[in-house]
């Protein structure tokens, strides 16, 4: 799938925002007419029939609900998914909220970094969507752990206000990749305690935990948390595993694969990324690329596969996953210097 930057304008300030580069540094946003060339690039490849809408924040978008439109309207696509921090999601239309492709993710903050009345008009935006425009089953929250003393409590009254299945949890980078001289097997160990905490949390109030990018190395656990945590999900998989695609749910609770691969951001100038990580190495105008699956395969050859025979850390060099692509040694941005420099 692809995702379109359509703006570069936020109304908050995430302390781990990983779009830093572009992110309120100018008002920059997409024209409409360019909208249409990005959106006929992502569903440019047979089997793409998913398009995400990012920014920024992209209820900020002059012509979001125009853009909206044509991404719900179009024959090819299954889901059209707004990354949002939902605060100004009456910016939206109702026909454009009640559409059965639309699906929403939120990006849920704490009130302490999102301040205490946006957080408090994001609960209320949710409220809304599920009660008022049929939203139920049709938007997830996204929690970005940032630091090793993260306090998550702040989701356990949208809990108990909006029932989820499935909350999304990434593990975030720190700006630029600055580990402040530890590795990045050393950062996942320290960031692991929070996020198992998280994790046990969750399945306490009935939700699963689906990682998104930055999954934890195998290696960082202990035998008893990797035994610890594969029975929790062999518990959930017995009984809702049938409910979600393989694919997700090999990144549930315990991740059984440890890498990523290219999802392709296409900012405001029709140029596109790899992710937001490595944007300030990867550019690439689309025109210059017959379809999607070009750029992708772009990506693979020249940073995914030689990304494989870099190590991150000493205990990597002779890491049988690694050599397989089956684990990136945490995110590809810890190997810039390697690929890039």
Same mark, same amino acid.
């Given at each position: 799938?692809?995702?379109?930057?359509?703006?570069?304008?936020?109304?908050?300030?995430?302390?781990?925002?990983?779009?830093?580069?572009?992110?309120?540094?100018?008002?920059?946003?997409?024209?409409?007419?360019?909208?249409?060339?990005?959106?006929?690039?992502?569903?440019?490849?047979?089997?793409?029939?998913?398009?995400?809408?990012?920014?920024?924040?992209?209820?900020?978008?002059?012509?979001?609900?125009?853009?909206?439109?044509?991404?719900?309207?179009?024959?090819?696509?299954?889901?059209?998914?707004?990354?949002?921090?939902?605060?100004?999601?009456?910016?939206?239309?109702?026909?454009?909220?009640?559409?059965?492709?639309?699906?929403?993710?939120?990006?849920?903050?704490?009130?302490?970094?999102?301040?205490? #009345?946006? !957080?408090?008009? /994001?609960?209320?935006?949710?409220? =809304? &969507?599920?009660?008022?425009?049929?939203?139920? $089953?049709?938007?997830?929250?996204?929690?970005?752990?940032?630091?090793?003393?993260?306090?998550?409590?702040?989701?356990?009254?949208?809990?108990?206000?909006?029932?989820?299945?499935?909350?999304?949890?990434?593990?975030?980078?720190?700006?630029?990749?600055?580990?402040?001289?530890?590795?990045?097997? #050393?950062? !996942?160990?320290? /960031?692991?305690?929070?996020?198992? =905490? &998280?994790?046990?949390?969750?399945?306490?109030? $009935?939700?699963?935990?689906?990682?998104?990018?930055?999954?934890?190395?195998?290696?960082?656990?202990?035998?008893?948390?990797?035994?610890?945590?594969?029975?929790?999900?062999?518990?959930?998989?017995?009984?809702?595993?049938?409910?979600?695609?393989?694919?997700?749910?090999?990144?549930?609770?315990?991740?059984?694969?440890?890498?990523?691969?290219?999802?392709?951001?296409?900012?405001?100038?029709?140029?596109?990324?790899?992710?937001?990580?490595?944007?300030?190495?990867?550019?690439?105008?689309?025109?210059?690329?017959?379809?999607?699956?070009?750029?992708?395969?772009?990506?693979?050859?020249?940073?995914?596969?030689?990304?494989?025979?870099?190590?991150?850390?000493?205990?990597?060099?002779?890491?049988?996953?690694?050599?397989?692509?089956?684990?990136?040694?945490?995110?590809?941005?810890?190997?810039?210097?390697?690929?890039?420099?």
């Amino acid at each position: 799938m692809a995702n379109i930057m359509v703006n570069e304008t936020c109304d908050l300030r995430c302390p781990y925002c990983f779009a830093g580069e572009f992110v309120n540094k100018a008002p920059k946003e997409m024209s409409l007419g360019d909208f249409e060339t990005a959106l006929e690039f992502a569903l440019s490849s047979e089997g793409e029939r998913q398009v995400g809408i990012i920014g920024g924040e992209p209820l900020l978008y002059t012509h979001i609900n125009e853009a909206m439109n044509s991404a719900l309207t179009d024959t090819r696509t299954d889901i059209v998914m707004l990354y949002t921090n939902a605060v100004q999601l009456e910016n939206l239309s109702p026909d454009m909220l009640e559409h059965k492709k639309f699906r929403m993710l939120v990006n849920c903050n704490s009130p302490e970094d999102m301040g205490e #009345e946006a !957080f408090a008009k /994001m609960r209320q935006s949710l409220r =809304r &969507f599920k009660n008022g425009h049929s939203g139920e $089953g049709r938007f997830r929250l996204s929690v970005n752990l940032y630091k090793p003393d993260f306090d998550h409590s702040y989701i356990f009254p949208i809990l108990d206000e909006i029932d989820f299945d499935v909350i999304r949890l990434s593990i975030s980078v720190p700006p630029k990749g600055d580990l402040k001289g530890k590795t990045p097997l #050393e950062y !996942f160990v320290e /960031m692991k305690p929070v996020a198992i =905490r &998280f994790i046990g949390d969750m399945i306490r109030c $009935g939700v699963i935990t689906g990682f998104d990018c930055n999954f934890f190395p195998e290696c960082v656990f202990t035998k008893d948390e990797r035994d610890g945590l594969r029975a929790a999900k062999e518990v959930l998989g017995k009984a809702v595993s049938h409910r979600y695609s393989r694919m997700f749910w090999e990144r549930v609770i315990f991740c059984e694969v440890n890498n990523c691969s290219p999802v392709i951001d296409i900012l405001p100038d029709l140029r596109a990324i790899r992710c937001f990580g490595l944007s300030e190495y990867t550019k690439q105008d689309i025109r210059d690329f017959r379809n999607i699956e070009e750029l992708r395969k772009h990506y693979l050859y020249t940073v995914d596969q030689p990304a494989c025979n870099i190590s991150t850390s000493d205990v990597c060099d002779e890491c049988y996953n690694r050599e397989l692509a089956r684990c990136s040694c945490g995110c590809l941005l810890f190997k810039a210097d390697g690929l890039f420099g």
